[in-house]
């Protein structure tokens, strides 16, 4: 584009004609629009921010506000990799982060494994704390386990606080697999690999046409149990319990399913 091309009407030199291609100076209302049109922006913006902040205000000073509302920092134990035979002792701490008292109603486990306080816990006052004491008996657990622990309380928004305990039980015997799903009359096998010191001595069916044997086995060497299902028995759900050595772990329970034998 030349100089002539972006002169105005008014400064085009004498003797030459206007440009057709040269566009007139917007009106003064226009230049105040687009000198001004950021202020608009962050004006919408700020209302929008105001209203949004106003929202939320109104939810944590409101009527919320001063409601119960039971609250815990860390509602996952990991006890790590212990022995079954071990009782593991923990407290789980609750803080009231409401406006009026919280009232723990009831303590409960979704294991027997799990014993919740014996006495009733007292009201937590407004920003108080309260502890929760649990103890957790790992006899008869094997492997990765995570089990529940349940406060209910007057906390309207939340009357069910749910904790959970974890860790892996360190057994001395090694199953494979360790539930069986048996296909009509096939022989399925449980490899049991033991530390040095322990072994399975006897085992068990529980449930009906349920045949398991436990095969000889040299020392040092794994374990098998052959387990299979009985002629002309239907479905049902079994299991094969083997006795062991280890005080700590005497019994092992394993899963056995099997489906309707097709005629």
């Not at 996952?76 to 982060?97: K, Q, S, W």
């Not at 069910?160 to 892996?168: A, D, K, R, S």
């Not at 399925?188 to 449930?207: D, K, L, W």
């Not at 009906?208 to 794994?222: C, D, I, T």
């Amino acid at each position: 584009m030349t100089d002539v091309d972006r002169t105005s009407p008014a400064q085009a030199p004498a003797g030459l004609p206007a440009s057709p291609l040269i566009t007139p100076a917007p009106p003064a209302a226009r230049r105040s629009f687009f000198r001004h049109w950021r202020w608009f922006v962050l004006g919408a913006c700020a209302s929008v921010c105001a209203l949004s902040m106003g929202s939320n205000l109104w939810y944590w000073l409101g009527p919320r506000a001063w409601q119960p509302r039971v609250t815990c920092a860390k509602p996952v134990f990991d006890f790590g990799e212990r022995r079954p035979d071990e009782t593991i002792e923990h407290a789980f701490v609750l803080a009231n982060t409401g406006g009026e008292s919280v009232e723990i109603r009831d303590v409960l486990s979704s294991c027997g494994c799990i014993t919740p306080p014996k006495t009733s816990l007292p009201a937590v006052a407004p920003g108080g704390r309260v502890e929760v004491p649990i103890a957790v008996t790992l006899r008869g657990l094997r492997g990765r386990v995570q089990k529940q622990v349940l406060v209910r309380s007057n906390d309207p928004r939340r009357p069910t606080l749910v904790l959970t305990v974890t860790g892996t039980v360190r057994s001395n015997f090694r199953v494979e697999p360790e539930r069986v799903a048996l296909e009509s009359s096939e022989v399925r096998q449980i490899r049991v690999t033991s530390e040095p010191g322990h072994r399975i001595r006897a085992i068990r069916s529980g449930g009906e046409g349920l045949v398991s044997e436990l095969r000889a086995a040299a020392p040092g060497e794994p374990q098998v149990i052959e387990v299979r299902a009985a002629a002309g028995t239907g479905a049902a759900q079994g299991r094969v319990e083997l006795e062991t050595t280890d005080d700590a772990e005497p019994r092992i329970v394993i899963p056995v399913s099997r489906p309707t034998e097709r005629k």
